[in-house]
T-cell receptor, first 111, second 116 residues
């Protein structure tokens, strides 16, 4: 069974304080690892897709990396508007088209 | 990115009645859409996979007679909550798979259902 575990559950940072969110996964043949951002009361917003170990993608202050067992979402010099819940999900060969989500990391950036 | 729209964003209904939520892919055709339910401060729980022109595939534990899903066109899927009960109150989110972007799944804005 595909599993995704995110850590920490919650993270508070000061504005400008860089950090990383972790997503550990166990899948039967990875077909993609996805990062989403979710604001309270809204649907998830797509950020990145990573397909193979060693792959990296960047968008503004965010950078996602992937190994065979985990993914990191690095946040550099965050701003208060980066506060949100960040969700990690995987799609596997066994799971067909479905996404399996982790529990998310609630990130709060204090000004 | 691709746009997925849900309607209504908020709905209140009485116990025992049925309510329909629509999910549309606005700028692409989606052969596959997904319906999720999310409880406060919890992650997304997949309810069913909706395939255009065929029956939906429900996840274990989801009552198919209670949560009716129809995917009659390549841009529209609907979720109907039948005989609604207060415990059906939740945040329902749809998503759609966009083939042009490597099958990236884009989400709608979500629909808040309150059953009174």
């Amino acid at each position: 069974e595909d599993q995704v575990t995110q850590s920490p559950e919650a993270l508070r940072l000061q504005e400008g304080e860089s950090s990383s969110l972790n997503c550990s996964y166990t899948v039967s043949g990875l077909r993609g690892l996805f990062w989403y951002r979710q604001d309270p009361g809204k649907g998830p917003e797509f950020l990145f897709t990573l397909y193979s170990a060693g792959e990296e993608k960047e968008k503004e202050r965010l950078k996602a990396t992937l190994t065979k067992k985990e993914s990191f979402l690095h946040i550099t010099a965050p701003k208060p508007e980066d506060s949100a819940t960040y969700l990690c999900a995987v799609r596997s060969i066994q799971g067909a088209q479905k996404l399996v989500f982790g529990q998310g990391t609630r990130l709060t950036i204090n000004p | 990115g691709a746009v997925v729209s849900q309607h209504p964003s908020r709905v209140i209904c009485k116990s025992g009645t049925s309510v329909k939520i629509e999910c549309r892919s606005l700028d692409f055709q989606a052969t596959t859409m997904f319906w999720y339910r999310q409880f406060p401060k919890k992650s997304l729980m997949l309810m069913a996979t909706s395939n255009e022109g065929s029956k939906a595939t429900y996840e274990q534990g989801v009552e198919k007679d209670k949560f009716l899903i129809n995917h009659a066109s390549l841009t529209l899927s609907t979720l109907t909550v039948t005989s609604a009960h207060p415990e059906d109150s939740s945040f329902y989110i749809c998503s759609a798979r966009e083939p042009a972007s490597g099958n990236t799944i884009y989400f709608g804005e979500g629909s808040w259902l309150t059953v009174v």
